[in-house]
């Protein structure tokens, strides 16, 4: 046996991402992130952890959403030890979105010992603030393409994933004697032709491809200029109602690509310049952030720049950063545009702006990213006519809209068309992140397209890997 890779996360869901990768006596985890969504999932979250942390030498990340890095701080907590490589500006994102999990899980902590609905007396958070400062202490930032060696024949390099900036998948080759063996971690793909970020890099050579399946059973559907335009029409028949227009958008990433969309948009005369609202503070410093991080930008956007465009600046953009800033939007008519988090409504600023704008059938609530089951976001895009936000039901009359292309992941004909890129076939294929039907069907494309053994691993089930 050359190595070992355990699943323990992200098989039937998206969220979760953990794989232990055993080789050359190390023991190595792939990704380490939260799980969310369902309560029984979410639950998994405070299980002991299946290896002991202290014995784990070192993690890797693919890229900074919490599902892929927000279970690290819990790591440390437990005992872990050693370096977490990843991009630079993985870690860059991490900072802020493990701060801000910290707060959130601080909150839900106290939230639960005020009202007393916790088993555990008290309620303890699942980390705290003080895990994640140690824990950043671990974080070993990498370049792209920069070999990093683990250990004597077994080596890891990053590659651009086009997912969100710094988004990488994890090359892992080991040398054993005359044998060489190559081990692809998907992480999350990214879709191509995505503002800003590069498309996925082609790799060629994979013996075993761990592959994500978010969209293994549907397309996109619309090209770039579809969704700028359906973006146009959106903010066009709020702008006829004189609505609000509240957009919940994960605070790194998608962001910045609506910011860059907005711009775009007006530029061309599509929409006129409306006020934007940024109120997330997190969305506001990822947004600084990836102003800073030129280098992994992708051509067309380091163009714009050599241009002397600022591309993450629409005409009339504001940002709210403290409390009072954000309860003073309460008062702005429409119409008007707010970007707020999080993404699926499970938290944040985003859930005052429901509360305060769903009732009203002028305003417009607009998905751009993907609804976990189990989420308020996935529950508004079902149609239900009420949400509970804060322990109230909220009656839902404001517009729903989706446009579904935005998502950052590539759909299951992206990702068949990058599989076609491999010089020959891997060894084995492992399916995760995705939901039961999404894993089966990708699984059956790409044996029915591109005739490779597939698996779908199970939750804790483990493969020998030769
Ligand atoms: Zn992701
Ligand atoms: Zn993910």
């Known amino acids: 046996m050359l190595a070992k890779i355990t699943f323990l996360g992200a098989t ?21 992130g939260l799980f969310q969504g369902l309560k029984e999932l979410r639950l998994r979250n405070w299980d002991a952890f299946s290896v002991n942390p202290a014995e784990i030498d070192a993690v890797i990340l693919t890229h900074a959403h919490i599902d892929h890095c927000g279970y690290l701080p819990r790591l440390t907590r437990q005992g872990f030890k050693g370096p977490v490589y990843c991009t630079h500006a993985t870690q860059a994102f991490c900072e802020l979105l493990l701060r801000d999990s910290a707060h959130l899980q601080e909150e ?12 555990h007396k008290p309620a303890l958070p699942l980390y705290t603030t003080q895990d994640v400062e140690s824990c950043l202490q671990q974080f070993t930032p990498r370049h792209y393409g920069e070999d990093i060696n683990l250990c004597e024949g077994m080596r890891l390099k990053f590659r651009d994933a086009g997912h969100i900036l710094g988004s990488a998948f994890a090359d892992i080759k080991i040398t054993r004697g005359n044998t060489i063996r190559k081990i692809l971690f998907s992480g999350d793909i990214g879709s191509p032709n995505r503002p800003i970020l590069n498309d996925p890099v082609q790799v060629y050579e994979v013996d075993y ?11 996109h559907g619309d090209s770039q200029s579809a969704r700028e335009h359906d973006l146009a029409r959106v903010i066009n028949d709020n702008i006829t109602r004189g609505g609000i227009l509240v957009i919940p958008a994960f605070a790194v990433g998608r962001t910045q690509e609506l910011l860059y969309h ?14 934007i609202y940024i109120d997330s503070p997190m969305a506001i410093n990822a947004t600084a952030i990836t102003a800073k991080m030129q280098n992994d930008y992708d051509l067309q956007a380091r163009m714009l720049m050599l241009d002397g465009q600022e591309i993450l600046k629409p005409a009339n953009l504001h940002i709210a950063r403290s409390v009072e800033e954000s309860k003073a939007l309460h008062a702005v008519k429409g119409p008007a545009i707010f970007i707020s988090a999080s993404g699926m409504l499970e938290g944040g600023r985003i859930l005052h702006h ?19 089951e189990g989420t308020r976001g996935r529950a508004l895009q079902g149609g239900n006519t009420e949400v509970k936000i ?25 990702i068949l068309a990058w599989l076609m890129g491999f010089n020959r076939p891997p060894k084995q294929t492992f399916i995760v992140h995705g939901e039961p039907d999404a894993s089966r069907a ?18 804790g089930q483990s493969f020998e890997l030769n």
């Not at 039937?12 to 380490?32: M, P, Q």
């Open 12 to 32: 039937g869901t998206v969220t979760g991402s953990k794989y232990l990768f055993e080789a050359c006596g190390k023991k190595l985890l792939i990704d380490c």
């Open 354 to 372: 429901l509360q305060e704008r769903l009732p009203k059938a002028e305003n417009t609530v607009l998905f751009v990213g993907y609804q976990a």
């Open 390 to 414: 804060h322990g109230q039901m909220v009656p839902v009359k404001a517009h729903i809209e989706t446009i579904s292309g935005f998502s950052g992941h590539a759909d299951y004909r992206e």
């Open 108 to 119: 839900d902590a106290r939230w639960a010992n005020k009202k007393g609905f916790s088993k």
């Open 209 to 219: 491809l761990i592959v994500e399946s978010t969209y293994g059973d549907r397309l």
């Open 442 to 459: 990708m699984g059956e494309k790409i044996q029915k397209q591109l005739d490779w053994p597939v698996t779908i691993p199970k939750h």
């Open 262 to 275: 907005i711009r775009e948009l007006e530029n061309r005369g599509a929409v006129p310049p409306l006020p």
